[in-house]
Nanobody, 124 residues
Framework: QVQVVESGGGLVQAGGSLRLSCTASGLRFTDYTMGWFRQAPGSERDVVSYISWDGARTTYADSVKGRFTISRDNPKNTLYLQMNNLKPEDTAMYYC?????????????????WGQGTQVTVSS
């Protein structure tokens, strides 16, 4: 049984930092591209960042480039998202997701496994 569990969310002031973590079990972690998504109330679930199975390739949404860094620790089956210089518009539920490494993801529905999410709230 595949389980994906996010942690690390919370309340932070604008300009602050948070590091999200995501642990996946029940799958071979290195067979999967991993991604972070976020969804604000009343909005669609948008991609934040992807990382290839080996960490060699990363993709970021324009809105987070230069502020967020995705990384993974394969021996620990763990994905990270370091978020710096947070802004109120970063407030959302953040989700971790996995897709087979041979799929080139273009949208959220490409990802087959999802966590329950962790809330990030940035106050102004």
């Amino acid at each position: 049984q595949v389980q994906v569990v996010e942690s690390g969310g919370g309340l932070v002031q604008a300009g602050g930092s948070l590091r999200l973590s995501c642990t996946a079990s029940g799958l071979r972690f290195t067979d999967y591209t991993m991604g972070w998504f976020r969804q604000a109330p009343g909005s669609e679930r948008d991609v934040v960042s992807y990382i290839s199975w080996d960490g060699a390739r990363t993709t970021y949404a324009d809105s987070v480039k230069g502020r967020f860094t995705i990384s993974r620790d394969n021996p620990k089956n763990t994905l990270y998202l370091q978020m710096n210089n947070l802004k109120p518009e970063d407030t959302a539920m953040y989700y971790c997701a996995a897709v087979r490494s041979w799929v080139v993801p273009t949208k959220a529905s490409d990802f087959g496994y999802w966590g329950q999410g962790t809330q990030v709230t940035v106050s102004s």
